[in-house]
């Protein structure tokens, strides 16, 4: 009966540590962001937004050593949304119903590197998206490319 009133005051002691220990964290970056990215972006899970579900969220190119992530998903309504983050840099953009394609440029301060992506449905494609990452020095030189995508 001692051995049992010991056992349970040290199982009672090491819960805490089993709760909040460092075993409960995600080691995985992209884990981390996916997380709060669930989590705080407005309309991403809830409200008037695209209706994002955890399972639908497709991790699509990375840099974890900078922080950059390019994901897609499809929202519950069947909208395509594209989005990245980056240190200084977070966001999405979504495609009308319907469409297959999405595509937006992103950047931060001006001395800051700036990004363009463009991401689109693809069947034949493993994780189901064919996508294109291009980094720029910074906002100007983004903004160049993008004009001459208008032709």
Same mark, same amino acid.
């Given at each position: !009966? ?11 002691? !090491?819960l ?5 220990g $460092? ?17 705080v ?9 695209p $209706? ?20 897609a998903?499809?929202?519950?309504? &069947? $909208? =395509?949304?594209? &989005? ?16 297959? !394609?999405?595509?937006a440029?992103?950047?931060? $301060? =001006?001395?800051?590197?700036?990004f ?5 449905r693809?069947?034949?494609a493993?994780?189901?998206y064919?996508?294109? =990452?291009i ?5 100007a030189?983004?903004?160049?490319? !993008?004009a001459? =995508?208008?032709?």
């Amino acid at each position: !009966m001692i051995a049992s009133i010991l056992l349970a005051a040290v199982l009672l002691v !090491m819960l805490p540590f089993n709760l909040f220990g $460092q075993w409960n964290a995600a080691h995985d970056p992209w884990e981390r962001v996916s997380k709060t990215l669930l989590a705080v972006s407005p309309g991403f899970t809830n409200g008037p937004g695209p $209706q994002v579900r955890p399972e639908d969220l497709v991790l699509l190119e990375s840099d974890p050593e900078r922080g950059i992530y390019l994901y897609a998903a499809e929202s519950q309504s &069947g $909208q =395509l949304l594209a &989005g990245l983050e980056a240190p200084g840099i977070g966001g999405y953009a979504t495609a009308p119903v319907g469409d297959d !394609m999405v595509a937006a440029g992103f950047s931060g $301060q =001006l001395e800051d590197p700036a990004f363009y992506f463009k991401v689109e449905r693809n069947p034949h494609a493993e994780n189901g998206y064919r996508h294109e =990452l291009i980094e720029f020095a910074n906002d100007a030189d983004m903004s160049d490319y !993008m004009a001459s =995508l208008d032709g």
